[in-house]
């Protein structure tokens, strides 16, 4: 008999892949489920980007790339980063990955062995923990409270660094809870850490686009006295609708970037090319269409808040950022986990339980309001006539 590493059996799951496929299975046998489960825009991916991506087929770009990936997409990464955040990144610190997950799963492999303590967010997204233990690290929860807003508290998590601390995940705009962390937390989290000059930092800005109630967005890089420590994530998927591209960018401090470029050679060679040009034209074409869809994803908001705290026993405080609402279901006498088990399999409708992104979301559900308004109302409508008939 085969055996595989003990560390396989260290390795977690994101559960909204297996809601998804639960789901699929309901509707496969004929029941009608709105699907508030999975993190992914609605929209199609805007027709330009696409354009462009079947124009590198035709026109032959078929063949690896660099590993690092192609330098028109790098130097398009480096402007995005300007626009947006008003830093000067030189596109040799740019890495195109398959997705933000490899941007985590690089920098948690380069810091995470047994002894080494690693603090993520909690609750957080699930793939951090999940890697942290694979490595052997101590995954250390930082806990993210609805009292704050769902904030980091800087306070809080530069209390939990200790001299075996290597690397701190930070997550803003948040999965799952939607919050945002305001800039004066993050300068004082920058200013503790002055302290701590031996942890680097992985902030995830996956969600950067998206914020509401004039919430901004404050990249972390925007601190030049982290930056030689700081693993930058974003990418494609959430932003232009483009999840199943598989397109994803990081910065890198010097130190690190070769290590992470061996391990895309080792791992995947390269990001398939005709997608790294539609990410060029993703970056540089027309940024209408993210407003768009952000203005889209607001209203949708509005919908699910005000329908979630009309439900009995349910409150929600009002998410800043990302496209998810997590719900405090505590008062409904439900535990997280049964309930969003029975919304799927009794009421049709998929959200994840809270304690899929860890303790700290024991007592809440996440539903994605990334499904249009009519589904976002049925899902509510039989949330609530569930409740009501199982109280
Ligand atoms: N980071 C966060 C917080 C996410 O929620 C996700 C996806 O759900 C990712 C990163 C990874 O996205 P992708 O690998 O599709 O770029």
Request: net charge negative.
């Given at each position: 008999m085969?055996?595989?590493?003990?560390?396989?059996?260290?390795?977690g799951?994101?559960?909204?892949?297996?809601?998804l496929?639960?789901a699929?299975?309901l509707?496969?046998?004929?029941?009608?489920?709105?699907?508030l489960?999975?993190?992914?825009p609605?929209m199609?991916?805007p027709?330009?980007?696409?354009?462009?991506?079947?124009k590198?087929l035709r026109?032959?770009?078929?063949?690896?790339?660099?590993?690092?990936g192609?330098l028109p997409?790098r130097?398009?990464?480096?402007?995005d980063?300007h626009?947006?955040?008003?830093?000067?990144?030189s596109?040799?610190s740019?890495m195109i990955?398959?997705?933000?997950?490899?941007?985590?799963?690089?920098?948690i492999?380069?810091?995470?062995?047994?002894g080494?303590?690693?603090l993520?967010?909690?609750?957080?997204?699930?793939i951090?923990r999940?890697?942290i233990e694979?490595?052997g690290?101590t995954?250390?929860?930082?806990?993210?409270r609805?009292?704050?807003?769902?904030?980091?508290?800087?306070?809080e998590?530069l209390g939990?660094?200790?001299?075996?601390?290597r690397l701190l995940?930070?997550?803003s705009p948040?999965?799952p809870?939607?919050?945002v962390?305001?800039k004066a937390?993050?300068?004082a989290?920058?200013?503790g850490?002055a302290?701590?000059?031996?942890v680097?930092?992985?902030s995830?800005e996956?969600?950067?686009?998206m914020?509401?109630?004039?919430?901004?967005h404050?990249s972390l890089?925007?601190?030049?006295?982290?930056?030689?420590?700081?693993?930058?994530l974003?990418?494609a998927?959430?932003?232009?609708?483009?999840?199943?591209?598989?397109l994803?960018?990081?910065v890198w401090?010097?130190p690190?970037y070769?290590?992470?470029?061996?391990l895309?050679?080792?791992?995947?060679?390269c990001?398939?090319?005709?997608?790294?040009?539609?990410g060029?034209a993703?970056?540089?074409?027309?940024q209408?269409?993210?407003?768009?869809m952000v203005?889209?994803?607001?209203?949708?908001?509005?919908?699910?808040?005000?329908?979630?705290?009309?439900?009995p026993?349910?409150?929600c405080?009002t998410p800043?950022?990302?496209?998810?609402?997590?719900?405090?279901?505590e008062?409904t006498?439900w535990?997280a986990?049964?309930?969003?088990?029975?919304?799927l399999?009794?009421?049709g409708v998929?959200?994840?339980g809270g304690?899929?992104?860890?303790?700290h979301?024991?007592?809440?559900?996440?539903?994605s309001?990334?499904?249009?308004?009519?589904?976002?109302?049925r899902a509510?409508?039989?949330?609530g006539?569930f409740?009501?008939?199982?109280p």
């Amino acid at each position: 008999m085969v055996t595989i590493v003990p560390a396989f059996g260290r390795l977690g799951e994101e559960n909204a892949f297996a809601v998804l496929a639960r789901a699929g299975q309901l509707a496969a046998v004929g029941r009608d489920i709105v699907n508030l489960g999975i993190g992914q825009p609605d929209m199609p991916t805007p027709p330009h980007i696409v354009e462009a991506g079947v124009k590198a087929l035709r026109d032959g770009h078929h063949g690896y790339t660099p590993a690092v990936g192609i330098l028109p997409l790098r130097e398009a990464v480096a402007r995005d980063v300007h626009r947006r955040h008003g830093v000067e990144v030189s596109p040799d610190s740019v890495m195109i990955v398959p997705g933000g997950k490899v941007t985590m799963f690089m920098a948690i492999l380069m810091f995470g062995e047994p002894g080494a303590e690693i603090l993520y967010p909690d609750p957080g997204f699930p793939i951090y923990r999940s890697m942290i233990e694979f490595t052997g690290a101590t995954p250390v929860p930082v806990p993210i409270r609805e009292a704050n807003g769902f904030a980091f508290s800087a306070e809080e998590t530069l209390g939990l660094i200790t001299a075996r601390t290597r690397l701190l995940i930070l997550n803003s705009p948040a999965n799952p809870t939607g919050g945002v962390t305001p800039k004066a937390e993050i300068d004082a989290l920058v200013a503790g850490l002055a302290t701590h000059p031996d942890v680097a930092v992985l902030s995830d800005e996956i969600y950067g686009t998206m914020t509401y109630d004039g919430a901004a967005h404050h990249s972390l890089l925007r601190y030049p006295e982290i930056r030689e420590r700081l693993i930058y994530l974003d990418g494609a998927s959430k932003t232009y609708a483009m999840t199943g591209w598989r397109l994803g960018w990081s910065v890198w401090p010097k130190p690190l970037y070769d290590a992470a470029r061996k391990l895309a050679v080792n791992a995947h060679s390269c990001v398939n090319a005709a997608t790294q040009w539609a990410g060029i034209a993703a970056l540089d074409g027309p940024q209408d269409c993210v407003a768009e869809m952000v203005a889209e994803f607001d209203r949708r908001r509005g919908l699910v808040v005000e329908g979630l705290n009309a439900l009995p026993d349910v409150s929600c405080i009002t998410p800043k950022g990302a496209f998810y609402a997590f719900p405090n279901v505590e008062r409904t006498g439900w535990k997280a986990k049964a309930l969003a088990s029975a919304l799927l399999e009794e009421a049709g409708v998929a959200t994840i339980g809270g304690p899929d992104f860890g303790v700290h979301g024991e007592v809440y559900i996440r539903l994605s309001y990334a499904n249009s308004p009519e589904n976002i109302l049925r899902a509510l409508e039989r949330m609530g006539t569930f409740l009501a008939a199982r109280p």
